[in-house]
């Protein structure tokens, strides 16, 4: 069964950084493709970054371009997001999935707890 674990997020303010992790497992990850989706309040949820095997390619909202960097350790089975410029509208509860590659569809039917991301202005 595959478990995730966010960490990372925290109160910022407009303009601060943080680093969100993700471990991973009972996933092929080193052969799999992983997304962070974020959730603001009182809205859906949406993808924010993908990141395909063996970590070299990577997608990103138009959103979040530019600003969002992700990452993966496969020795680590992590996926990280950086997120640089922070703005008010970044305030979610962010959560990583694995998801079938070229797309946002999950492959499983599972999230992890999310980490909370507050940005003030």
């Known amino acids: 069964q595959v478990q995730l674990v966010e960490s990372g997020g925290g109160s910022v303010q407009a303009g601060g950084s943080l680093r969100l992790s993700c471990v991973v497992s009972?996933?092929?990850?080193?052969?799999?493709?992983m997304a962070w989706f974020r959730q603001p309040p009182g809205k859906e949820r949406e993808g924010v970054a993908r990141?395909?095997?063996?970590?070299?390619?990577?997608h990103y909202a138009n959103s979040v371009k530019g600003r969002f960097t992700i990452s993966s350790d496969n020795a680590k089975t992590t996926v990280y997001l950086q997120m640089n410029s922070l703005k008010p509208e970044d305030t979610a509860r962010y959560y990583c999935?694995?998801?079938?590659?070229?797309?946002?569809?999950?492959?499983?039917?599972?999230w992890g707890q999310g980490t909370q991301v507050t940005v003030s202005s």
């Open positions: 999935a694995p998801i079938w590659c070229g797309g946002w569809s999950l492959q499983y039917n599972h």
């Open positions: 009972g996933f092929p990850f080193s052969n799999g493709c």
């Open positions: 990141i395909y095997p063996p970590g070299t390619s990577t």
